[in-house]
């Protein structure tokens, strides 16, 4: 069995070795530079770690992992355009360092090469692969869509929320597992176990994304802390702020969401995060991601893979959690 440091550099050293240097290059090129930027790139390193606790070689896994990596980058290309991003792991998201139109058709291109990695397996592997990705790549973007509309809405249920994240950003997660345990060729019954435990451990890992970018330390976290709030994005803890409020913390919260382009960004920052301190939301955020993580290690208990494997993912998922960034 590997260990977690192997199998991300096993991913990152084939990720290298793509070679994207067809024409016309203003078509590739743009793939190549936010492929390079890296990332933590979690789901890849999942669907190898999921082909090994199967017993099988984990490099026979690396085109379904390269295919997750592309689908991933490439929507966080068009979510970067949507949200007009600036800045993209630190460095010029692909549509202000080219342009919009540029951005849209090489995200595209990355959709298309995704598919085109499943080509290397047997038709029955291919065949299944091909029927998880779609049915994924479908919910990723009715996800967005929620994402969007939850923009406009004055009332959203935490439960919406809960929807919303599941098809956003877990259900990818829980895809690149099954997607390790198709091309180990394990049981069904194996598989739909570990798309659970991903399911449920994405959705934790969201819900800590959101909970680091009112709470976590700017220096390890990569970003500026404090973003959501000011683009008034409507997260777990508003949601549970507002259901635990009394009437004056509620009036307070709804005028600092209510202001955009605010004068003070850090004082706004500073009461919103103050506000979901004094009304028990934060404790609240931090409860729910640990009920989901270990929803997702109940779920491994009963999956038919020896122990060792069985604390991999443990460990995993235990470091996952405890993350700064």
């Not at 060729?185 to 909970?211: C, P, R, S, V």
């Amino acid at each position: 069995m590997q260990s977690i440091a192997k199998y991300k550099s096993l991913i990152a050293d084939y990720l290298n070795s793509i070679s994207l240097e067809g024409t016309p290059k203003e078509l590739y090129t743009p793939i190549s530079y936010i492929l390079s930027l890296g990332g933590k790139q979690i789901r890849p390193v999942l669907t190898l770690m999921a082909a090994d606790v199967f017993d099988t070689d984990p490099k026979k896994a690396i085109y379904a992992a390269t295919a997750i990596e592309l689908f991933h980058n490439f929507s966080l290309m068009h979510d970067d355009i949507m949200d007009d991003a600036p800045l993209r792991r630190g460095k010029q998201t692909v549509h202000e360092k080219w342009n919009v139109n540029t951005a849209i058709l090489s995200g595209d291109a990355m959709l298309i090469l995704a598919y085109q990695y499943f080509e290397n397996y047997e038709p029955t592997i291919f065949r299944d692969l091909a029927k998880l990705f779609s049915k994924t790549a479908l919910e990723v973007c009715e996800g967005q869509q929620y994402d969007i509309c939850f923009e406009d809405l004055q009332q959203i249920k935490i439960e919406e929320y809960i929807q919303m994240i599941k098809f956003k950003t877990a259900v990818l997660v829980a895809a690149a597992l099954k997607m390790g345990a198709i091309v180990a060729q394990t049981t069904e019954e194996n598989g739909n176990k570990l798309y659970d435990f991903g399911l449920n451990l994405g959705i934790a890992f969201q819900l800590l994304d959101d909970h680091l970018d009112a709470f976590g330390d700017e220096a390890t976290f990569g970003k500026r802390i404090g973003g959501d709030i000011l683009e008034n994005k409507k997260t777990f803890l508003f949601l549970k702020a507002l259901e635990l409020a009394d009437e004056q913390q509620k009036e307070k919260l709804l005028a600092h969401y209510a202001t955009t382009n605010c004068e003070n960004e850090v004082a706004k920052i500073d009461e919103v995060k103050e506000l979901f301190v004094a009304t028990g939301s934060e404790k609240a955020s931090m409860l729910l991601i640990e009920q989901y993580t270990n929803k997702a290690l109940e779920v491994l208990e009963g999956l038919a893979i020896k122990e060792d494997k069985k604390e991999l993912l443990r460990v995993f998922s235990k470091e996952l959690m405890n993350r700064k960034v």
